[in-house]
């Protein structure tokens, strides 16, 4: 390791990082895909943490944060973290804070939705609903909410 390849691995992380933000894994991924050295890569990624521009625990409370705001469930909010290669443990963690947005999912049953009596149409519904990661239990809460609710209509 000479201190001209720390400082190109350091450089390309860098930029790596201003592009897009990115797990430590994935960061040391695209490094390796670069050709920088493997140890050049992981001075790079430690000192990068240590100026505190990579935090795969905070990467991952933004992608829950994110995924809640494009109306993600959990399940498929930990698909994405898991496809980001953090951490089983950092995942965990980060999940604690994920709250199912209950007026998000009732407003996307009503808005999609012109009959809740017709059982073609809330299949339709509670399919896209799960592949959107939102546990069968949560789907079945807020279908039961809107149906009091469209009846009450």
Not at 85 to 105: C, M, N, V
């Amino acid at each position: 390791m000479s201190e001209e390849s720390r400082a190109k691995a350091l450089s390309v992380a860098a930029a790596a990082l201003n592009y897009k933000n990115r797990s430590s894994q994935m960061l040391l991924e695209k490094l390796l895909e670069k050709g920088i050295e493997p140890d050049d890569a992981e001075y790079a990624i430690e000192r990068l943490r240590g100026f505190g521009y990579l935090n795969d625990s905070e990467y991952a409370a933004s992608v829950v944060r994110s995924g809640v705001n494009k109306g993600w469930g959990k399940s498929r909010i930990r698909r994405k973290l898991i496809e980001y290669k953090l951490d089983e443990e950092i995942i965990e963690q980060a999940l604690l804070s994920y709250e199912t947005d209950e007026d998000r999912l009732d407003r996307f049953i009503m808005q999609n939705m012109t009959d809740l009596n017709d059982r073609k149409e809330k299949k339709r519904i509670t399919d896209k609903l799960f592949r959107r990661g939102y546990s069968w239990e949560e789907i079945g809460a807020a279908m039961r909410r809107c149906s009091v609710e469209y009846e009450e209509e």
